[in-house]
C-alpha cells in the first residue's frame, strides 16, 4: 500500500511521514530539503523564476521514489511518500498563468503514480508560522513562507476532492511527536494498523 502525504510548505509532511513510516517498519520516501536538492533549485523557488524547471525537478525526484517503491511493496505493507501529483498541480499557484500550459506538461509524469491514499494536510497560518519559527532554518523567509502557505494551501484544498482516494485532514492540535496524534492521523485517513512490537519486562 502506498500513502502520499502531501501539504503546503511547513505543515509538517516530513515529521509525519518519517514517524509513520517508523511505526510500519516499511519505509518512506521523502522529498529531500536543502542539502539534497541542486542549489539553484531553492535560488529559482526563492525569485519565482524557471517554474517548469523547478516543478520537473521535483517531479523527477518524486517519479525515482515511487519507482524504487514498487520494488518494494506488497501484501501487508505501507510505504509513505512525500509528495504527489496534487502536489505538482498545487504549486501551480505560484507561477504566473502564462506558465501553466508548460506546468501542465510536467504534470503527466505524475500520472503512473496512482498512490493508494493521499492525505493532504492543512493547517491555520498561526500553526505554520510557529513551526516554519521554530525550525529557524537559514535559507526560509518567514512572511514569504506563510505566503506560499496560504495560496498553495487553498489549491490543495480546491484540488483534493478532484483527486481520488484523497482526504483532507486539518493537523491543527495534532503532535505528530506523540502517539496521540498519530493513532488520529491513522484513523482518520483509514490506514490499516500497524503491527506492534512487543515491549517486556
Same mark, same amino acid.
Given at each position: 500500500?502506498?500513502?502520499?502525504?502531501?501539504?503546503?510548505?511547513?505543515?509538517? #509532511?516530513?515529521?509525519?511521514?518519517?514517524?509513520?513510516?517508523?511505526?510500519?517498519?516499511?519505509?518512506?520516501?521523502?522529498?529531500?530539503?536543502?542539502?539534497?536538492?541542486?542549489?539553484?533549485?531553492?535560488?529559482?523557488?526563492?525569485?519565482?523564476?524557471?517554474?517548469?524547471?523547478?516543478?520537473?525537478?521535483?517531479?523527477?525526484?518524486?517519479?525515482?521514489?515511487?519507482?524504487?517503491?514498487?520494488?518494494?511493496?506488497?501484501?501487508?505493507?505501507?510505504?509513505?511518500?512525500?509528495?504527489?501529483?496534487?502536489?505538482?498541480? /498545487?504549486?501551480? /499557484?505560484?507561477?504566473?498563468?502564462?506558465?501553466?500550459?508548460?506546468?501542465?506538461?510536467?504534470?503527466?509524469?505524475?500520472?503512473?503514480?496512482?498512490?493508494?491514499?493521499?492525505?493532504?494536510?492543512?493547517?491555520?497560518?498561526?500553526?505554520?508560522? #510557529?513551526?516554519?519559527?521554530?525550525?529557524?532554518?537559514?535559507?526560509?523567509?518567514?512572511?514569504?513562507?506563510?505566503?506560499?502557505?496560504?495560496?498553495?494551501?487553498?489549491?490543495?484544498?480546491?484540488?483534493?476532492?478532484?483527486?481520488?482516494?484523497?482526504?483532507?485532514?486539518?493537523?491543527?492540535? #495534532?503532535?505528530?511527536?506523540?502517539?496521540?496524534?498519530?493513532?488520529?492521523?491513522?484513523?482518520?485517513?483509514?490506514?490499516?494498523?500497524?503491527?506492534?512490537?512487543?515491549?517486556?519486562?
Amino acid at each position: 500500500m502506498r500513502v502520499a502525504i502531501v501539504g503546503g510548505p511547513g505543515v509538517g #509532511k516530513s515529521t509525519l511521514v518519517r514517524q509513520l513510516a517508523d511505526l510500519y517498519h516499511n519505509g518512506a520516501y521523502g522529498e529531500g530539503e536543502k542539502g539534497v536538492w541542486d542549489t539553484r533549485v531553492l535560488e529559482d523557488i526563492a525569485t519565482g523564476v524557471n517554474s517548469a524547471g523547478v516543478t520537473e525537478y521535483f517531479a523527477r525526484l518524486y517519479d525515482a521514489n515511487y519507482r524504487d517503491a514498487a520494488l518494494h511493496d506488497g501484501p501487508r505493507r505501507v510505504i509513505f511518500f512525500e509528495g504527489a501529483r496534487i502536489t505538482l498541480e /498545487a504549486h501551480m /499557484a505560484e507561477y504566473a498563468a502564462a506558465d501553466h500550459a508548460a506546468l501542465r506538461r510536467v504534470l503527466a509524469i505524475g500520472d503512473a503514480w496512482n498512490p493508494d491514499k493521499v492525505i493532504v494536510l492543512t493547517s491555520s497560518t498561526d500553526t505554520i508560522e #510557529k513551526h516554519i519559527r521554530l525550525r529557524h532554518r537559514d535559507h526560509e523567509e518567514v512572511e514569504n513562507m506563510v505566503r506560499r502557505f496560504r495560496l498553495i494551501d487553498a489549491e490543495f484544498r480546491r484540488l483534493a476532492p478532484s483527486y481520488p482516494n484523497t482526504i483532507v485532514i486539518d493537523r491543527d492540535s #495534532k503532535e505528530f511527536h506523540e502517539r496521540s496524534g498519530l493513532l488520529e492521523i491513522i484513523a482518520m485517513a483509514g490506514l490499516p494498523m500497524f503491527e506492534e512490537i512487543p515491549y517486556r519486562r
